[in-house]
């Protein structure tokens, strides 16, 4: 692995042109914006090429090559959604999640804390983006009271999935609220992150010794954890809480500084724990169980982890390390047929190429050997204290942001009526069958006395849920000094 920078900056500059190969969207018939897909129409979901911009204007801060600067902006903007710019396109909100919309909402964000190149003035700008994105995830019809808040992982109803709430989807909301609070000072999306904080915790996805799970589902109340790790959750909880770090004083700084360090501990321990970092819920020496989503978890844990350091000074030396180990191995892996012969494979622990090829894994590598860069900018009081940590409002942020942004105030209103379309026509056709029969199956439960019994177990489940506010409350007067107390001691138990 070269040491120097300007060695690491050739060395990312190969591997992001090896990257944008698998980019078509500026030829005839393709969609601009976003790698070919989904499938069948190609390997990759709209959200990942929402990340791979955010990957590249990481490679643009810390190189300060330009090269894709123009490419990353169209694309950004071709995607927003309009009117409510929210990163909802028409093409993809029939299928979405909470993360694939919050990926394209972190890469706004990201646009604003680095400074990259502001849009023209008459297209939406960055930080109104990330803003527009977490209005609509913080809005009470994403947030229902199945498992007792929390975002679910599917938005509409029809989809597969929707019965389940996952951590990355909770964690990149919890992560866009503490880096809106840090880069515009309001304290209310402060509140939002603290709030999906202590559900994380509540529902049993987040332990206090770091460990987050994937997710569960919402028919059994969230008690079906699925305890599957995947880097890029511990990640986006652990670039959070650094951000939360950053934004709060006092008290409260150190209760994150404890969660910062043992989201750390935990994220070190079980996914480098032979260096390089593996994905160890679907990756083994043997058998690769990844789908192509999974095959780029690793470049954004690198990421995140890279900025953890900058937020959260008494976390960088064992960053620098780590990253230095696995970024290391992931260059080693790049000895593929293609590119020249340098393709970068998926598994980081074998010292060659494994024939596992793709963007994803391009992407995880350019990630690696930028994030390296951010132990190596200039300025600062000293190596330790966080220098080039993201920008806000008050220290160089230019981005303008829209506080209403994603909520229709202001703008068009988007339930104003349009021309009824053909595609509109038959889908009302099918909600008028799918109503239909829900009222046919209704009249027949009411014959047979199944309404009145669900009444018993909603009224005795109302009664629960008053027993548990009453204890919410009673939880909620514990001393911040306890909380912490409390994290450390079963943080170091055994």
């Known amino acids: 692995l070269p040491s120097c920078p300007d060695s690491i900056k050739r060395a990312a500059s190969l591997v992001a042109a090896d990257l944008l190969t698998y980019y078509h969207g500026s030829e005839p018939g393709q969609t601009p914006g976003?790698?070919?897909?989904?499938?069948?129409a190609g390997d990759y979901y709209w959200w990942e090429s929402g990340a791979l911009w955010g990957t590249l204007m990481d490679y643009w801060h810390y190189t300060g090559d330009s090269t894709y600067n123009e490419l990353v902006t169209s694309s950004m903007l071709f995607h927003t959604g309009p009117p409510l710019n929210a990163y909802m396109p028409e093409n993809y909100t029939i299928s979405m999640g909470n993360d694939d919309q919050g990926f394209w909402g972190l890469s706004a964000?990201?646009?604003?804390?680095?400074?990259?190149?502001?849009?023209?003035?008459?297209?939406?700008?960055?930080?109104?983006?990330?803003?527009?994105?977490?209005?609509?995830?913080?809005?009470?019809?994403?947030?229902?009271?199945?498992?007792?808040?929390?975002?679910?992982?599917?938005?509409?109803?029809?989809?597969?999935?929707?019965?389940?709430?996952?951590?990355?989807?909770?964690?990149?909301?919890?992560?866009?609220?503490?880096?809106?609070?840090?880069?515009?000072?309001?304290?209310?999306?402060?509140?939002?992150?603290?709030?999906?904080?202590?559900?994380?915790?509540?529902?049993?996805?987040?332990?206090?010794?770091?460990?987050?799970?994937?997710?569960?589902?919402?028919?059994v109340n969230c008690t079906d954890v699925f305890k599957a790790q995947f880097s890029y959750n511990a990640a986006v909880f652990l670039q959070g809480a650094a951000f939360m770090y950053s934004f709060t004083k006092g008290e409260e700084q150190l209760l994150w500084q404890h969660r910062v360090q043992a989201l750390l501990d935990r994220t070190v321990a079980f996914f480098f724990r032979i260096g390089p970092i593996i994905e160890l819920s679907c990756e083994t020496p043997t058998v690769i169980i990844c789908k192509t989503d999974m095959l780029s978890f690793k470049g954004y844990t690198h990421r995140w982890m890279a900025s953890t350091a900058q937020l959260a000074p008494f976390t960088r030396d064992t960053i620098m390390r780590v990253l230095r180990n696995s970024?290391?191995?992931?260059?080693?892996?790049?000895?593929?047929?293609?590119?020249?012969?340098?393709?970068?494979?998926?598994?980081?622990?074998?010292?060659?190429?494994?024939?596992?090829?793709?963007?994803?894994?391009?992407?995880?590598?350019?990630?690696?050997?930028?994030?390296?860069?951010?132990?190596?900018?200039?300025?600062?009081?000293?190596?330790?204290?966080?220098?080039?940590?993201?920008?806000?409002?008050?220290?160089?942020?230019?981005?303008?942001?829209?506080?209403?942004?994603?909520?229709?105030?202001?703008?068009?209103?988007?339930?104003?009526?349009?021309?009824?379309?053909?595609?509109?026509?038959?889908?009302?056709?099918?909600?008028?069958?799918?109503?239909?029969?829900?009222?046919?199956?209704?009249?027949?439960?009411?014959?047979?006395?199944?309404?009145?019994?669900?009444?018993?177990?909603?009224?005795?489940?109302?009664?629960?849920?008053?027993?548990?506010?009453?204890?919410?409350?009673?939880?909620?007067?514990?001393?911040?000094?306890?909380?912490?107390?409390?994290?450390?001691?079963?943080?170091?138990?055994?």
């Open 34 to 40: 976003i790698f070919p897909g989904p499938p069948p």
């Open 327 to 494: 970024t290391a191995a992931a260059v080693n892996s790049c000895q593929g047929p293609l590119h020249n012969g340098r393709a970068c494979g998926f598994r980081w622990t074998t010292g060659g190429y494994d024939g596992l090829t793709g963007a994803g894994q391009e992407m995880s590598v350019l990630a690696a050997l930028s994030s390296l860069l951010a132990f190596n900018e200039e300025g600062g009081e000293d190596e330790k204290t966080g220098k080039g940590a993201p920008l806000t409002g008050e220290t160089g942020g230019t981005s303008k942001g829209d506080p209403h942004a994603g909520t229709g105030k202001g703008g068009v209103d988007p339930t104003q009526l349009r021309e009824v379309t053909t595609g509109d026509r038959v889908g009302a056709w099918f909600l008028t069958v799918f109503t239909l029969g829900t009222l046919v199956a209704a009249f027949v439960l009411m014959g047979t006395g199944w309404f009145e019994e669900r009444e018993g177990e909603a009224a005795a489940a109302a009664g629960e849920k008053k027993n548990k506010e009453k204890e919410e409350e009673k939880k909620k007067k514990l001393s911040i000094w306890y909380k912490i107390a409390r994290e450390v001691i079963f943080r170091h138990q055994g």
């Open 109 to 219: 964000m990201l646009a604003a804390e680095v400074g990259f190149p502001d849009p023209p003035a008459d297209q939406p700008q960055w930080l109104q983006l990330a803003q527009a994105v977490f209005n609509t995830q913080a809005d009470p019809g994403r947030h229902d009271d199945a498992c007792g808040g929390g975002l679910r992982w599917q938005i509409p109803m029809a989809n597969i999935g929707y019965d389940y709430k996952n951590s990355i989807s909770n964690g990149i909301f919890f992560n866009l609220g503490a880096r809106l609070a840090r880069y515009t000072g309001n304290e209310t999306y402060a509140h939002h992150a603290r709030n999906t904080w202590d559900w994380m915790m509540a529902v049993g996805l987040m332990t206090e010794d770091g460990n987050v799970y994937d997710g569960a589902h919402t028919g």
